[in-house]
């Protein structure tokens, strides 16, 4: 459980000039985590940082001169290698005193200012890889609005299925193809619906290819196999959040997906953003997880005081599409739709505690994926399968172009920040992505 502390003062201010500029995203009071080297140096290793303003703090570097002590030396020891997870791997105790230590080392005034301004990299001049080595990578489905739009296509006058208000619906997704912002990759290819019912079914590129806006859990702390995570606990075991995108291959997955869920359709590429923002970050921005008193109640071991009063959170979400065309007459991205992830239909330590209940061993850096967080209305949408309706009516771009799926070359950026007055806006960066044409397939004879 997270509290507000000194790392939360909105008047706090960085010599770092540029993380006081009023919108910025990466303010003192922020202070996410990647995985860095400068770009172009394909010799140089990649190492943990974090965001300060429009820069980079290299704490591999910073672990070099070790000028913290307790449990935040033994945190930023833990950041000299390619990935998160030596990081994710300790405690939230660790975290906590890191971030409250690199809030100290970067605040105005700081006496590390001097020692600390060599360790900084311009964001603009980083290339990133993955922030953890992802292990497993679980993807839920607990948008109620996307679930209702998206079951009415299919299921007009029963949506939902029984178990969707009870219980957190989710699969086991595929961890390798899972990608860093900037990803891409070819249109996918595999089997489709047969045009009548018993007949052949059709293969190709698919047609009716789509994004997912979502947000990604990263866990920390794992837990022993048999070792079940209570509500009380879970967020204990969360790193950060980032931005995902879990692209869809909606006529593929039409075919394949009875009686065992996704396939090829999903399994091709996952996009994730570059920076982790911790929960501690995110703390001002907790709410009241809503649930419609008409609604089933959640089972009691996915209920709790805390989980009620702030378990949900404040964090704005968009969507936005470049085209070959848009580009070319450079324009710049075209929005698509906007929702918050308060909407959601269960929250963070809801997914951990659920995912644990019978004995699942989660480990540093698995990824747990929301699923499409869409709103109440059709602007909010997280996915043109809900914004085009089924395909039936095409989304008209201010480009002049209209989309009903994405066509090759089409790049999706998604984005997310939290924003309330009187506190700077804390950003989780972007998460692009790109879909190149599907690749010639010849079969093997």
Known sequence: MTILDETHDPDLTSWVASANVEGNGFPVQNLPFAIFRTRGTHNEPFRPGVAIGDQILDLAALANIAPFNGLAAEALAACTTDTLNPLMALTHQHWSAL???LSRALRNGAALQKQLTPLLTAQADAQYQLPARIGDYTDFYISLHHATAVGKQFR?????????KWVPIGYHGRASSIGVSGQ???????????????????????????????LGVLIGTGNAQGE???????????????ILNDWSARDLQAWEYQPLGPFLAKNFATTV??????????A?????????????????????????????????????????ASRKAGLAPMPLS???????????????THHTVNGCNLMPGDLLGTGTLSG?????????????????????????????????????????QCRKPGYPVISLGECAGTVLPARAHTPHR
């Not at 071991?301 to 989980?307: A, F, P, Q, R, V």
Request: charged fraction near 20%.
């Open 99 to 101: 971030r409250l230590a």
């Open 156 to 164: 007009p006058d029963n949506p939902l299925l029984p178990n969707y």
């Open 184 to 214: 891409t990759f070819p249109r996918p290819v595999g089997q489709k619906r047969p045009a009548q019912d018993g007949g052949q079914p059709g293969f190709g590129p698919a047609e009716r290819l789509d994004y997912e806006l979502e």
């Open 228 to 242: 079940a995570l209570g509500i009380e606990q879970a967020e204990d075991h969360v790193f950060g959040l980032c």
């Open 273 to 282: 953003s570059p920076w982790v923002v911790t929960l501690d970050a995110l």
């Open 284 to 324: 001002p921005f907790r709410t009241r997880f809503q649930r419609n008193p008409d609604d089933p109640q959640p089972l009691p071991y996915l209920s709790s005081l805390h989980n009620q009063d702030a378990g949900a959170f404040d964090i704005e979400l968009s969507a936005w599409l470049t085209t070959q």
């Open 338 to 352: 906007e929702s918050n992830f308060r909407d959601a239909y269960w929250t963070v330590a809801q997914l951990v």
């Open 376 to 416: 109440p209305e059709l602007a909010q949408a997280g996915s043109l399968l809900e914004l085009s309706r089924g395909g039936n009516q095409p989304v008209q771009l201010p480009s002049g172009e209209q989309r009903r799926f994405l066509e090759d070359h089409d790049e999706v950026i998604l984005r997310a």
